[in-house]
């Protein structure tokens, strides 16, 4: 068959192990996955009680227009329901953008290290990749970017805070970048962390859409609202981005139900702002244990921490799973030496630096 020729490159996706694997293979009654960044606090619980009591018309097609979440969002965040698009995760966001944008003939910008999927889009729709090593303290090099985008550059993908080092780049950053940055390529501000970050350096990037024409917010209901099971991501972008964007979308890209659980996980933010003010005190646990240990750690606005282990970081993983603990490598990320662990709560925090003790008495 005739496949695109890129593919005999490629591999799909590699998921960690799961639970029920690690249970299995290790003979462990309790096992953490601390490896996909998922809310260890759960989801609202306003989200089960919504589920339970939905029960009617699931033979109808979701709603075109995901008009609900989309007039609830747009008054969250004071902008024009037609200034949103609603996608599969943001993942599917990153595909969709790619699809409208990316094509033989176009480059494309982005760090290295950051979120696989920019690389992955863009290598399937044929565009020029262009990866810009990140600065030594992990941000990413917006110097770098500029040099390296010009005419046929279609898509700049910051990733703020940055998937897998968790480093966080102010306002401030951000906008200089924005003013300087070609104003014929759309900036894509990914932002699949924004509701953890604690700096005050940071402003609600959606109120710059009016600003800067070329820039598009993208966010997830999948890290600090717990939902990364039902897939709902959202863009923020002017009108015109969104219109050109809706052609791409497959119209029926999200479910009813999913589209439900959101507008009401986002209903509740006395239980967003509790996980995120666990989330906190326990990052700083894990930035004291890095200190006292003598490890580096990137300097994590996230709910994820990327720390050096003192042997190679797949050997590192495996210990941590004979411990019930799984995390995931930095050798499958592009940072070796280091692990990317999931902040979980309190007690697992405990428990996964126990395991860890391990790594450092077998140096
Ligand atoms: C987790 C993550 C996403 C994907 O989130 P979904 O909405 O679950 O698809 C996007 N970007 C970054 C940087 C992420 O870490």
């Given at each position: 068959m005739n496949w695109k020729s890129i593919l005999s490159t490629m591999k799909p996706y590699a998921p960690g192990r799961s639970i029920a694997e690690v249970k299995r293979i290790y003979g462990l009654q309790e096992v953490h996955k601390l490896a996909s960044n998922e809310n260890p606090y759960g989801t609202s619980p306003a989200v089960a009680e919504y589920l339970s009591a939905c029960a009617d018309q699931f033979e109808m097609y979701p709603d075109v227009y995901t008009s609900g979440l989309r007039t609830t969002l747009a008054k969250h965040h004071q902008?024009?329901?037609?200034?949103l698009l609603i996608s599969n995760g943001s993942d599917e966001m990153v595909t969709i953008i790619s699809r409208a944008l990316l094509q033989p003939g176009v480059n494309t910008v982005m760090a290295s290290?950051?979120?696989?999927q920019y690389v992955h889009n863009a290598k399937i729709e044929g565009a020029e990749i262009r990866q810009v090593a990140m600065l030594e303290n992990g941000d990413h090099d917006l110097e770098g970017f500029l040099e390296a985008a010009?005419?046929?550059?279609?898509i700049i993908w910051v990733c703020?805070?940055?998937?897998?080092?968790g480093n966080f780049l102010s306002s401030q950053t951000i906008k200089d970048f924005l003013d300087r940055a070609p104003k014929t390529a759309l900036i894509v501000l990914d932002e699949a962390y924004f509701e953890y970050v604690t700096s005050s350096e940071q402003e609600n990037a959606i109120r710059w859409i009016h600003d800067y024409d070329n820039l598009l917010i993208s966010r997830t209901f999948s890290k600090a609202y717990g939902l990364?099971?039902?897939?709902i991501g959202y863009a923020v972008a002017n009108e015109g981005i969104i219109q050109e964007l809706n052609k791409v979308r497959?119209?029926?890209?999200?479910?009813t139900l999913a589209l439900g659980a959101a507008e009401v996980a986002l209903a509740d933010q006395q239980f967003l702002n509790d996980c995120v003010t666990k989330n906190e005190a326990e990052r700083n646990r894990f930035v004291a244990y890095a200190r006292e240990n003598q490890l580096a750690i990137y300097p994590s606005e996230t709910n994820f921490v990327l720390i050096e282990v003192p042997i190679d970081a797949d050997e590192a993983c495996e210990i941590l799973l004979q411990h019930g603990y799984i995390v995931r490598s930095g050798n499958l990320l592009g940072t070796p030496g280091y692990v990317r662990i999931t902040i979980g709560t309190e007690q697992q925090n405990t428990g996964l630096f126990k395991a860890f003790d391990q790594l450092l008495t077998n140096k």
């Amino acid at each position: 068959m005739n496949w695109k020729s890129i593919l005999s490159t490629m591999k799909p996706y590699a998921p960690g192990r799961s639970i029920a694997e690690v249970k299995r293979i290790y003979g462990l009654q309790e096992v953490h996955k601390l490896a996909s960044n998922e809310n260890p606090y759960g989801t609202s619980p306003a989200v089960a009680e919504y589920l339970s009591a939905c029960a009617d018309q699931f033979e109808m097609y979701p709603d075109v227009y995901t008009s609900g979440l989309r007039t609830t969002l747009a008054k969250h965040h004071q902008v024009e329901p037609s200034e949103l698009l609603i996608s599969n995760g943001s993942d599917e966001m990153v595909t969709i953008i790619s699809r409208a944008l990316l094509q033989p003939g176009v480059n494309t910008v982005m760090a290295s290290v950051t979120f696989p999927q920019y690389v992955h889009n863009a290598k399937i729709e044929g565009a020029e990749i262009r990866q810009v090593a990140m600065l030594e303290n992990g941000d990413h090099d917006l110097e770098g970017f500029l040099e390296a985008a010009d005419e046929q550059t279609a898509i700049i993908w910051v990733c703020n805070p940055n998937n897998p080092t968790g480093n966080f780049l102010s306002s401030q950053t951000i906008k200089d970048f924005l003013d300087r940055a070609p104003k014929t390529a759309l900036i894509v501000l990914d932002e699949a962390y924004f509701e953890y970050v604690t700096s005050s350096e940071q402003e609600n990037a959606i109120r710059w859409i009016h600003d800067y024409d070329n820039l598009l917010i993208s966010r997830t209901f999948s890290k600090a609202y717990g939902l990364a099971s039902f897939r709902i991501g959202y863009a923020v972008a002017n009108e015109g981005i969104i219109q050109e964007l809706n052609k791409v979308r497959n119209p029926f890209n999200t479910n009813t139900l999913a589209l439900g659980a959101a507008e009401v996980a986002l209903a509740d933010q006395q239980f967003l702002n509790d996980c995120v003010t666990k989330n906190e005190a326990e990052r700083n646990r894990f930035v004291a244990y890095a200190r006292e240990n003598q490890l580096a750690i990137y300097p994590s606005e996230t709910n994820f921490v990327l720390i050096e282990v003192p042997i190679d970081a797949d050997e590192a993983c495996e210990i941590l799973l004979q411990h019930g603990y799984i995390v995931r490598s930095g050798n499958l990320l592009g940072t070796p030496g280091y692990v990317r662990i999931t902040i979980g709560t309190e007690q697992q925090n405990t428990g996964l630096f126990k395991a860890f003790d391990q790594l450092l008495t077998n140096k």
